[in-house]
């Protein structure tokens, strides 16, 4: 008997599971009572992840009885699986799984997990966009100039719009069909790769999460769509004159070092810029520093980095042409609003028996 049967209290699909939301937030408690409402029955636990100075909480610095009978969790952090006997179905708040490979429950098939993938596209793209358009007016420079009172002669100044330029992006998952539909908007031509092939109009259709007027939802955008897992495939793609390459794409085995010396080399002809919002390990920080320090590509943007936080002393910070920020792409006042969102919708999938959304494919971990 379900503790809501217990209490003669109205009965649902989701009655006998507990959901503990332990995310970096303040507790809601219009959100907790909302789910409780609409899943009759649900048990609704919120324990904030964040500590002062925004250090995170570990797992086990919860009191036992905040774990106990938990069925249905959000985490960022994998508490050790002795502590989630019970635990089914798994939100994630990231875009991937980047910490649960090879835990216990992520091991186990019967656990359902689902990403947030989506509800950083919107700003993840700004992000991807800004630091792109920064490049090409010079802001930096003319930040530098407001330093000593300079001002140059206008006519000097080496200037390039988008309009008409190309853009290719490597991982058309929901931050890169953001990113297209932004570049698209500045008259940009856009260059998909994808790992397996999307040659019908059904197979290039996004099944993530969505926010509302975003994103590329049919595949309608590429002008051309690229795809294949070997590093030929990749090659062949970074070779079609690309003025912007964005990585957005997954890290694993066959995607790290996806840039390297070779690649530089390759997207040297057209000396593209690169924007990386991925992971820091899809690029070889030794040969991007070279191909920045040789003036092999015209400049690159990074939001991620190998290791994090990147050491004061590494030689990326003082690298020419080159913008770093400590992973702040995914930042947004309505994140949480969003990643609520998710939970909700997965919530009621999952008490109406519908298929979840954004399941994570457990041999490529995203």
Known sequence: MSPAEET?????????????????????????????KKFKGLQVRWVS?????????????????????????????????????KVRFVQLPSAGVDRWPGHPKYEDEKVVFCTSNGVHAPQIAEWVIGTWLSHQHKFPHYTENMKTGLWESPFGADIQDSTRRRVGILGY????????????????EVYAYTRTKRSTPASRVDDSYCVPGTGDPDGLLPAKW??????????????????????????????RHIISAKQFEILGKKKTFIANVARGGHIDQD????????????????????PEPLPSDHPLWKAPN?????????????????????????????ATG??????VNRQLHY
């Open 287 to 306: 040969a991007l520093l070279k191909a920045l320090e040789t003036g092999q590509i015209r400049g690159a943007a990074l939001d991620v980095t190998n």
């Open 8 to 36: 003669g209290e109205e009965v649902g699909p989701l009655s006998n599971d507990v959901l503990l939301v332990y995310l970096p937030l303040p507790e809601k408690p219009e959100c907790a009572e909302r789910l409780t």
């Open 322 to 350: 080159l913008l770093i920020t400590p992973h702040v792409s995914w930042k947004t006042d309505v994140l949480w609003e969003r990643l609520l969102d998710v939970l909700e919708l997965n919530l009621e999938k999952l």
């Open 226 to 255: 690229f795809h294949g897992p070997a590093r030929e495939d990749v090659n062949n793609f970074l070779a079609q004159d690309l003025d912007l390459l964005v990585i957005s794409l997954p890290l694993t085995s066959e995607t």
């Open 173 to 188: 998952g929901a931050i890169g069909r953001q990113t297209a539909r932004l570049a698209s908007a500045l008259g940009m």
């Open 49 to 85: 992840a964040a500590k002062p100075g925004h250090a995170l909480v570990d797992p086990e610095e919860l009191r036992p009885d905040i774990w106990d009978g938990v069925t249905l969790l959000s985490t960022y952090m994998p508490p050790p699986a002795e502590i989630i006997p």
């Open 354 to 359: 519908q298929p979840l959304i954004n399941v």
